[in-house]
Every structure is written in C-alpha cells, then in structure tokens.
C-alpha cells in the first residue's frame, strides 16, 4: 500500500558527511528540505578513521567552511588532538587535522540538523526514486510506502547500496559499523539508466584501550598553538588526548604472507577495486616487499570510550589472523579487539554521469554526492555534498549554478576531476591533484570562497564585517611595511647571520628582508616601530603574498590562461562525429563526458591537443554562423 | 590575450629570399630588439602597409639585410598586427633569426595558427575555413605519424628518461608531501639537487645533439682551407658546380671568405672559400687570412688542400697545428703533376685524406664519399625523427631554464611547494613533447613507487 506523506522542495538520501551539507545548505537557504536516513543515530557517523582534515583534505574543510558549511565548525568543537601537518614545506602544502570525539560530533551534527529551521529529519529507506515524462524527478518512495514528491533529490547513500562486509572466508550483507546495507535503491538506479559500479575499501579493528601497552609506544602530541578549521571560531581551544604509534615488524609481515590466501581480495572472492592510496596491510605487504616495518596510528575513539582505532592497518582477514598478527606489534603483545576489521563492497555510481553541477546529465533534478559519487573520505563527501545542495536549490530558484573552476578551489578541481575524468578508484583529494597549489592554500580559503559564500546568503553579517576588517588589515600592513627602509645596523645583521642568511652593507627594504626564506616577521620585528596590534592571521598573510611573490604571479598567469580556454563553452548537442579532423577516441570520449568548455574537453585523457585546435576552429566557426 | 606569434612563411629551400612572419600584438617591440633600419626610421612610427629597409642585428652584431613589412591591424592577414622580415634565402640565416625572434619573445606558431587567427578575425571565408581544418587534420595524421617514429627514436627515448627521472624527483617531493604521516624515507634536499643537475646536464646534452643534426640537415659549416694557390676555389667551383670564386693563376686571389650553400647527397655544406694562409704584408690580405684562421675554429668541418706538386711548407705545418683531424678532411690536389709531398706523413697524421685533380671532375665524387664518411649518415638517422624543429629545441631550453630556476631555489632555501612548481614547470615543458598530462602522471608515480595510506 502506497500512500502520500509529503511534500518538499528538496529531499536528501543519506545523512553521512555529504547528506549533512547538502541538507543544511538547501534549508538554510530557504528551501523545504527532508534528509532521510536508515538509523538516526549514525548521522554525521565516522564508521572508518574518527579524524577530520589531512593533506588537501583540510583545505577542503577550511573552504566548506568559507561557503557556509558545517563541518569545520563541528570538528573545532569536537575535537580530541589537532595538529598542521607538513609544516617546514611551504604554506601551500599546510595541512590541518584533527582527531575527533566521534560520538559527541555525531551528536552534535544530529543536534544541528534536528534545529535547523526549514529541515525535516526521517528515518526511513528509499527504495524507489520516480521521475515524469521529461525524466524530471517527481517523488521518492520509502521501504514502508511512504510517496513523497519532491522538486530535488540527492543521493549521498554512502558505502550502503547492496553492501557486503568481508572478514576472511566470511561475508554477509550489511552496511558500514554494523548497520542495515540499502538493498533495493541499486535495482531502480540501473533501470534509470545510471552507470553503477562496484568499490570495496576497509577498516582497521578497534582495541581496547587496557590492552595496548603505551610505554612501548611512540607518543604523538598536537601542536601547542591550535589553528581552527572554521573562521568563526573564537574560543580557546585545547588538545585533550595523545595518540600513539606503533610498527609492524617481520613476525607480522610473516604471519600476513603465510596466510594471504585468507584474504578475500588475494583469494579472488572481492575483485572490485579498492583505494590505491588506502590499501589494506595486505596489499602493502605484497607490493612494497622491501619495506621493513609499517607505520601504525593508535588514536582514542573520543574522551567517554575506551576504544582506539588503528590507522594503517586496515585488512579483511578472518579474525583469528588479525588477532595473531597484532600479538606480534611491540606493545600489542596482550591486544584485545574490540571490533574486528573488515572491508566493505558497495555499489556506487561512476562520476562521469554528472554534470559540474553534480546533477545528473540526463536525470533532471537528481544529483550526487559522496562516496556514491565514487569517493572516499568525509571531506570529499562533505564538499559535494555542499556543492550539490547549493546547485538544487539555486537550480529550483531558477538562478545561476555554481561552478568552482580548478582554480578557485580544491572542491573545484575534486568535482572537475571527477566529472571530466571518472575515477576507476575510490577517489581520494590531493595537493598534488592541484595544478594551483600556491594560490590554493588552507590560509587563503576564506578570501577565496567567502564571497561567493555572502553572494548564496550563506554568510552571516558578522562574520561577513569580520573577514572584511581582516582583508583591509592586510592591505594597510602590508602598505606601512612597504615603506620600512632598514639601516645596514650591526643588530640587523646579528640577526640575519644568526637566520644562516647573507649581512648586508648598504640600506635594505624591511620586506626585501622578510622575503629571504629563513626570516619571519617576528624576527625582525623589533626594526617595524608600530602601536599598532597586528594578529597573526593578518601577518601570515603578509609574509606568504611577500615570500611567494614570484610562485604566485607564476600562478596567477596560468591560471587567466586556463580561464581563457575555459570561457570558451562548447554547446551541448554539438555533434563531434560530424567533426572533420577528430580522431575516433577524441569523438568517443567526448560523446561521453559532455565537456562544457574547450578547457574541459583538454582535460580529457585520450583527447589531444591537436584535437582540441580542430574543436577551437569548429567552435569558432559555429558563432560565426549564429 | 593572444600570443605573438612566428614562422617561416616561405617554404624551406635553398637560395632565394626566405619570409617570416609574426603576428600579434607584440609584433613590433619584438622586431625593435632586433632591427635596424638604414634610415634611422623609428619602426613605431610606420604606417601600415609600408616597407623599411635594414638589418637584422644579434645585440649589434648584423646577422643579414632584410626588408622590414608592416601591416597595421586589422588590415592584415590575420587581423592583428603583422610584420614580415624578409631576409636572404637559405635555412642557416633564416633559422637564426627566427631563433631571435624567439629570444625576444616570439612564440612558435603551431600548424595553421596564422590561419586560425585569420579566420577568427573574420579576415576569412567559411570556404576557405573548411580549407583550414583540412590542413590542421593533416597535421593531425603526420603528428600521430612522427610521433609512432618518435618512439623508436633516440631522442625520445631519451626525453622519456629525463621526463622520468623528473617526475620521480616530484614523485618523491609530493608523496613526502601528500603523506606526512606515512613512514617515508626523509627528503635529502642535496640529493634532489644533485639530481636536478645530473637531468639539467642531460638536457644540455640533448641541445647539443639537436644542435649537432640541425648542423647536419640545416647544412655543415665547411671551411676550404690551405695556403695560396693549392687550388681551393677550383674544388669549391667543383663542388659547387660551377664557378663562384674568381680562379687564377696568382697567389692571394681570394681575399675575402666566400660563402655558399650546396647539396651533396644527403648532406648540404655551408662552404666558405677563405683566402690562402701565408706570411704578408698586404693589409687586406692579412685581414682575409685572420678571417680564415678565426674559420678554421669555429666550421664543423674543414677541407684543408695540399698541392701534391710541392713539398710541406711550414705554412703547411702552422695551419696542421690548429686542426681538429676529427673534423678535417684532408684533400691532395694537382694528382696530375709530379709528387713532392710526403703523402706518408699526410696519412699517418689524418683520419679522412683523398687525391684528386681539381681539373678532373669525377674527382668530386671521391671528395662527397669521405664527407659522407665523416658525418656518418647513421649518426642522422638516428635523430632525424624528432630534432627537426625549433619548436621541440624550445620545450626543452625551456626545460633546461625551469630546472636552473629550481636549483637555485633549493639553494636560496625555499620551501618544497614552490620548488615543486618550478620543477613541474620543467616536465611541463618536456611533456609538451611526449603529449601527456601533468598531474595524472604524478599522481601515478606517487602510487606506483610509495608505500602511501593511512
């Protein structure tokens, strides 16, 4: 029996990291929004690493937080331990991470949601997504007949389409952290028309925390000085646990070769692909023969467990093994799991099927985001998720979708990566996936995105004067320093010999000083006679726009050429088989993709660049008909 | 905003006038670092559609007269502003001022650009569109064939090698980089610089064997050299085919260098006649005789004649002392008169020597055959796939100066994100070469060679 329950503008399916922001963003502005889900009490869940940033990963928090997302201002409030990583390599490369209190941020996101004004939360199974005659979505249907119509749909359903869980020989149907698997939506998908796949990844067991000897065990603190994700943070933050690191060694290595067959990806039992980046102790067992030992990450669930979870060592060996190879890690010697590790294969849709927008090519009003999308991580997930909201809504509206090119953001090279390459694994956001590296950095995010934030109305006026206030701190700092000249004084090159940098024997300018790599502002200091306070954000920015000065204008360069290229829009019934000149791949690939831009199109691997001059002209030569 | 742009408007031959063109907006401050007209005209001031005649200079030393064309935009070919240099014909002058041009900021225009950008400047019909795009396809068809020879080639191996070696070092950057919590061996900043060294030395070498085949299909300096009299311009009239250097009887005829271009076979000479080296007091003659000395240095190859009528003169033995025999051919003439000289010492002391008549012409087969030996036609083959032109030796001088730009920033102490974009700067360049993608390319290195995940 089917009946009607509803009636909402948008409706999210799935309330993991990409569900959270697409939901939150399509309420807040303005629209009725309903975000379903199969257990309430997993929203915002962290079923794998109970961690938030990383390399690139926290760039990408850092600008869902410029854009008014939530997931930066949840994981200040929750975390356990923070640190930047890759310090000493260059500000570009910055990254922060934070290890989280998995509970209290799934409480907290429920909590957020559950106020959120426009913002209705079910627990329900979608079983069934109906579309009208102009393949235009209409209502989705719940596994208890439940029709709801709707304007919008986005699908963030996670690793839970028809997923099965692998430990050794054993496998069994079921979603991620012991949760119910989504066994139905996959079938209607497919009679859609949508191309689905299938990706496996993995989980390390959980221990007890009374069972790890930690005196064997290198400690890892987080920084003292503590660098929030989010630009509205204001309070005092604190590091309140440790985390550990431990090693395989031979004996381990030993007990996994001896019993690899065990494992259902060597035994042929699991033959989707698995991450490259995140591979199982098994795969890197196998493929990096000459490495000794493997780095192991001990990092507390949250403050009220006792449970730890072990980064680096994810596998899908049966139980029994996983126990014995743990025994033979110094300080694991008495180790008791607590949840065994496992993989898990899903189905998932392959990205090429989207458009920028993240909706899809021939489903109107049907979007994606997350791990369904063919991703992996919580920031990935969470930076689509946004994006696709922003995109319903603003399409619902009638107004412009937003596109981030590859030079705006990390979120932009993410979905133009996806969109306009695939990815035959779960994809994973890198600096080096980043062609603009030097402008794209984690200290810059709110300049570059906030506006584009206030334009969607996803900016606060307070927040909105505050990073005002910070841009025109920088540009009158920066003008006063402009004009400091130093004296060759004996106490100037004191300090510059004492930074292993040349003295000097004539007068130099304060920020020629401060563009030698080795100095930093606080060092020569003492010559910048001002009352003025100027806080550190403000003189980051300064020392980063003067020390990177030539990277940056090498950047900025490539990037307008890029931008060249990218406004010139191919338009989308132009048919590339009547193309003179295309070589057959090129024709094919492009069939395909739908490049919306002759910049998108070069992207495409399999077309050349001779073929993109053929395009160019044919393009040309199209408007000059029109 | 678009490049400017240049080529090689006429179509490559020998003798004649040769064109190039450039087209954008730069056009003229680009010709201004390199022209001089004879009138003092400032180029600036031309109007369109005018002529100027005067010289091509590199940094004040004249390369070649030339008349300069002006043709303001949009009333040009392209629709932008052009200027066309037209120079005496051959490749050897040619290519060094397009090589300037390039210094000063020209770009190398790709296949059918000046079209292209006629055609988006409206300056062109739809039919005549249809007409380019035919040739673009071409080009098409021919980069996909050069590049399958590409592939067995020397060179690309070799470019392939650097590419790699590069993306290993940015492969390791990146991952040390991307996976700070991975247990990864510690960056040594001092190897990776070395290693920018060792690639950087690689590139240079590439230059030079680019520079080495261009010699040898752009023509091979060739100097004829010896004392007055042995014959020297009768055998360049041989090899040329016919007479260019005023014969007679009298020593010190020839007072000045000669130039000419020919063909012989697969290779083309670029022979120079210079005056007979002896001891005088003639002013011009000594100039000439300077000249000759300073050619001998600098030619590729040097054809040194002896006189099989006369015994070895100290003359004889001064011009020996500068040879390269590796590069000297060595050619007896007067075969028909009575033997003085000591061929003994003559064949012990060079690798490449021949006898001939000067009066008899088969003789100029002999000569070409042990041409033909020194620069063996293998070494050519070899490289001739990808050498070919200016725009590839670009990408890699344009390689070789990213790689210095990086090694001095290692030295200046910057951090790893920008010395990182430096260096893919560098394979960008190389990769423009071998057609691939940057990014996806290091992204497949970090996983092919780390241990990476967390």
Same mark, same amino acid.
Do not use: W
């Given at each position: 029996m089917n009946y009607k329950l509803g009636k909402y503008d948008v409706a999210v399916i799935g309330a993991g990291h990409a569900g959270i922001e697409a939901a939150l963003v399509s309420a807040r502005m303005g629209l009725k929004t309903v975000i379903f889900t199969i257990n309430l009490d997993t929203i915002g869940n962290m079923p794998c690493n109970p961690s938030i940033g990383g390399t690139a990963k926290g760039h990408l928090v850092k600008e869902i937080d410029a854009l008014g997302g939530e997931m930066g201002k949840v994981a200040d409030k929750t975390f356990i331990q923070s640190r930047i990583l890759n310090r000493g390599k260059g500000p570009a490369v910055h990254s922060l991470r934070v290890q989280t209190d998995r509970k209290k941020y799934n409480q907290m996101m429920k909590n957020i949601l559950e106020k959120q004004k426009n913002l209705d939360i079910k627990q329900s199974e979608i079983i069934d997504i109906i579309l009208d005659e102009n393949r235009q979505i209409k209502s989705l249907k719940t596994k208890t007949g439940g029709i709801y119509d709707v304007k919008a749909g986005i699908l963030c359903c996670g690793t839970y389409l028809n997923s099965i869980i692998h430990v050794g020989d054993i496998s069994y149907k079921g979603g991620p952290d012991g949760n119910m698997p989504a066994e139905s939506l996959t079938k209607k998908l497919i009679d859609l028309g949508i191309d689905i796949r299938r990706f496996k990844t993995g989980t390390p067991a959980r221990v007890h925390k009374r069972s790890i000897d930690f005196s064997k065990l290198e400690i890892q603190k987080g920084d003292d000085k503590i660098t929030p994700f989010s630009f509205e943070t204001e309070e005092k933050q604190e590091n309140k646990m440790l985390c550990y690191i431990a090693y395989t060694n031979n004996e381990t290595h030993k007990i996994i070769s001896e019993n690899i067959t065990k494992s259902p990806m060597y035994s042929g039992k699991i033959e989707s692909s698995g991450p490259r980046y995140c591979p199982s102790i098994e795969d890197k067992i196998v493929r990096f023969v000459d490495k000794k030992r493997h780095q192991i990450f001990v990092e507390p669930m949250g403050l009220d467990t006792e449970e730890y979870y072990l980064q680096g060592i994810s596998t899908s060996l049966p139980e029994d093994i996983q126990n014995k190879f743990l025994k033979t890690i110094v300080g694991f010697e008495n180790i008791e799991i607590m949840r065994p590790a496992y993989a898990i294969e899903y189905d998932c849709c392959n990205p090429i099927n989207f458009n920028s927008t993240l909706e899809f090519k021939d489903i109107k009003g049907l979007y994606g985001a997350g791990q369904f999308n063919g991703t992996s991580g919580y920031e990935e997930a969470a930076a689509q998720g946004l994006v696709a909201g922003i995109n319903a809504v603003l399409k619902i509206k009638g107004e412009k979708p937003l596109i981030l090119d590859r030079a705006s953001s990390y979120i932009g090279v993410l979905i133009d990566d996806l969109v306009?390459? %695939?990815?035959?694994?779960p994809y994973r956001i890198m600096t080096s996936r980043s062609e603009y590296r030097l402008i794209l950095r984690q200290d810059n995010a709110d300049q570059r995105l906030t506006p584009i934030g206030r334009n969607l109305g996803l900016i606060s006026d307070i927040r909105w004067e505050k990073f005002q206030l910070k841009l025109k701190n920088i540009e009158i700092q920066k003008n006063r320093l402009y004009k400091i000249n130093l004296p060759p004084t004996e106490r100037l090159n004191e300090i510059l010999v004492s930074r292993e940098t040349n003295p000097v024997k004539t007068g130099i300018k304060f920020i020629e000083v401060l563009k030698?790599?080795?100095?930093?502002y606080k060092d020569i200091q003492e010559f910048d006679n001002t009352d003025e306070f100027i806080s550190d954000d403000v003189i980051e920015q300064i020392e980063i726009d003067i020390k990177y000065e030539g990277y940056i204008k090498k950047q900025i360069a490539q990037v307008e050429n890029m931008r060249r290229i990218e406004s010139k829009k191919i338009p989308?019934?132009?048919?590339?088989?009547?193309?003179? %000149?295309?070589k057959h791949e090129a024709i094919e690939k492009l069939q395909k993709i739908i490049p919306k831009n002759l910049g998108q199109a070069g992207r495409i691997? %399999?077309?050349?660049p001779a073929d993109i001059t053929v395009l160019s002209i044919f393009l040309d030569k199209l408007n000059r008909e029109r | 905003m678009e490049k400017t742009i240049v080529a090689i408007a006429t179509p490559v031959a020998y003798g004649g006038i040769s064109v190039l063109r450039l087209s954008g907006k730069d056009s003229l401050n680009i010709i201004s670092k390199i022209y001089i007209s004879y009138k003092g005209k400032d180029i600036f001031k031309l109007k369109g559609y005018s002529g100027c005649y005067g010289y091509v200079h590199n940094e004040g030393q004249k390369i070649d007269d030339v008349i300069l064309f002006y043709f303001k935009k949009p009333y040009s070919y392209t629709g932008e502003d052009v200027v066309e240099i037209s120079c005496h014909g051959g490749i050897l002058i040619t290519q060094k001022i397009l090589r300037l041009i390039l210094e000063n900021g020209g770009n190398m225009a790709e296949p059918g650009e000046f079209t292209k950008r006629s055609f988006l400047n409206k300056k062109m019909s739809l039919i005549e569109a249809e007409s380019v795009i035919d040739i673009i396809n071409s080009n098409n068809e021919m980069a996909l064939k050069l590049s399958i020879s590409n592939m067995e080639g020397n060179l690309y191996k070799k470019i392939s090698e650097i590419k790699e070696n590069l993306l290993n070092i940015i492969g390791h950057i990146e991952a040390f980089i991307d996976f700070p919590e991975e247990d990864l061996e510690d960056l040594d900043i001092n190897k990776i610089k070395q290693n920018l060294i060792l690639n950087k030395n690689l590139l240079n070498n590439l230059i030079e064997s680019y520079d080495l085949v261009r010699i040898m299909k752009q023509g091979i300096d060739t100097a004829i050299i010896?004392?007055?009299?042995?014959g020297k311009s009768s055998i360049m009239n041989l090899l040329a085919g016919f007479e260019k250097s005023i014969v007679t009887d009298m020593k010190g005829t020839t007072r000045d260098i000669i130039d000419e271009e020919i063909n012989i076979g697969n290779l083309i000479l670029n022979l120079s006649d210079t005056a007979g080296i002896r001891k005088t007091s003639n002013i011009i003659e000594k100039i000439g005789i300077e000249k000759a000395k300073n050619k001998i240095k600098t030619v590729a190859l040097n054809i040194f004649v002896l006189d099989n009528s006369t015994e070895l003169s100290i003359e004889d033995f001064d011009i020996m002392d500068i040879l390269d025999i590796n590069r000297t051919l060595v050619v007896i003439n007067k075969l028909d008169l009575e033997r003085k000289i000591d061929v003994d010492y003559i064949y012990n002391k060079f690798l490449y020597v021949v006898e001939i008549s000067?009066?008899?012409?088969?003789?100029i087969k002999n000569i070409i055959d042990k041409i033909n030996l020194i620069f063996s036609t293998d070494k050519i083959e070899n490289y001739s796939t990808i050498v070919s032109n200016e725009r590839q030796r670009n990408c890699v001088i344009k390689s070789i100066s990213s790689i210095e730009n990086s090694i001095s920033d290692i030295e200046i102490g910057q951090t790893l994100d920008g010395i990182c974009i430096i260096i893919e700067e560098g394979i960008e360049a190389l990769l423009e070469l071998t057609g691939e993608n940057i990014n996806q390319s290091i992204v497949d290195k970090i996983f092919s060679n780390f241990c990476v995940g967390k």
């Open positions: 306009t390459k %695939g990815c035959s694994d030698r790599p080795q100095i930093l989308k019934n132009i048919k590339y088989s009547d193309i003179i %000149g295309l691997s %399999g077309v050349s | 010896g004392k007055p009299n042995v000067a009066k008899n012409s088969i003789s």
